[in-house]
């Protein structure tokens, strides 16, 4: 992990019940150099004993956040904004996400609308409601990243329409796919509007993680991703504003 990640005063990170999430938050909670602010959100935290656990480390907040729920946000909002005040909010990381495993046989319209509304509409309305938050933190800076304001997207290299050809094509998943190309229309609109303030937004692709969602098969550990997506962070310039890289900084295609 970089001493830059410590320039980034606030970072907020949804779904940090389990997986991904929670392996963030551990990592920044254990690190010298991190963050001063680490505000850990769920839809149900006390169900996470290991989030629980965190509580009690220094500087980390966990703030109950569901992502489908535009009243769960709006409360969120408000827990937030009393925690970074007049600083703002440097770093929004939109992980929160669902698998519905749908071939074309089994996909119905239900798997699909859901799978979409939580990762893929969930992230933006997230990022409208906190970017007054972000757009303070970024008036207080200059450059691009972390260190001044930035909207992090957990996405996957199987939303990117190009994997879906040759090698890529033998992983079956309608909704989690589709869902997952939308998010990253979602990051290129947002760099688009959200440039002109400062704002860095970018997908990242964390690999195929051994978490309940990538299951048992898959390539890395919670902890080797994590690794990766931290070294990452920390090292993003304006050079990646609204780009797609995976978890060892490799760009990707759309």
């Known amino acids: 992990m970089s001493a830059s990640l410590r320039k980034c005063q606030s970072i907020l990170i949804t779904g940090s019940s389990r997986g991904i999430g929670l392996q963030l938050v551990k990592e920044l909670a254990?690190?010298?150099?991190?963050?001063?602010?680490?505000?850990?959100?769920?839809?149900?935290?006390?169900?996470?004993?290991?989030?629980?656990e965190l509580s009690s480390v220094p500087g980390v907040h966990i703030v109950t956040l569901d992502t489908d729920s535009q009243q769960s946000i709006s409360s969120a909002l408000e827990d937030v904004q009393s925690i970074v005040g007049s600083k703002g909010l440097n770093c929004?990381?939109?992980?929160?996400?669902?698998?519905?495993?749908?071939?074309?046989?089994?996909?119905?319209?239900?798997?699909?609308?859901?799978?979409?509304?939580?990762?893929?509409?969930?992230?933006?309305?997230?990022?409208?409601?906190?970017?007054?938050?972000?757009?303070?933190?970024?008036?207080?800076?200059?450059?691009?990243?972390?260190?001044?304001?930035?909207?992090?997207?957990i996405s996957s290299i199987l939303g990117s329409i190009s994997y879906?050809?040759?090698?890529?094509a033998s992983f079956k998943s309608y909704a989690y796919r589709i869902s997952k190309a939308a998010l990253n229309m979602v990051t290129r609109c947002l760099a688009a509007d959200l440039g002109s303030d400062g704002i860095l937004c970018m997908s990242l692709h964390p690999g195929w993680v051994k978490t309940d969602m990538?299951?048992?098969?898959?390539?890395?550990?919670?902890?080797?991703?994590?690794?990766?997506?931290?070294?990452?962070?920390s090292n993003l310039?304006?050079?990646?504003?609204?780009?797609?890289?995976?978890h060892r900084g490799n760009q990707l295609p759309w």
């Open 237 to 246: 310039t304006d050079n990646d504003h609204g780009g797609f890289k995976d």
């Open 30 to 52: 254990k690190s010298t150099d991190r963050p001063a602010t680490i505000i850990a959100t769920a839809r149900n935290p006390t169900g996470s004993k290991d989030l629980q």
């Open 164 to 168: 879906t050809c040759g090698e890529g």
């Open 92 to 153: 929004l990381i939109n992980n929160a996400a669902i698998n519905i495993s749908t071939n074309i046989d089994t996909v119905t319209p239900e798997a699909m609308m859901k799978t979409f509304q939580t990762n893929s509409v969930a992230p933006l309305f997230v990022t409208k409601a906190f970017l007054p938050l972000l757009q303070t933190a970024a008036l207080q800076s200059t450059g691009m990243g972390l260190h001044r304001a930035a909207v992090i997207n």
């Open 214 to 233: 990538g299951g048992p098969l898959a390539d890395l550990t919670v902890e080797e991703s994590v690794s990766g997506l931290l070294t990452v962070l």
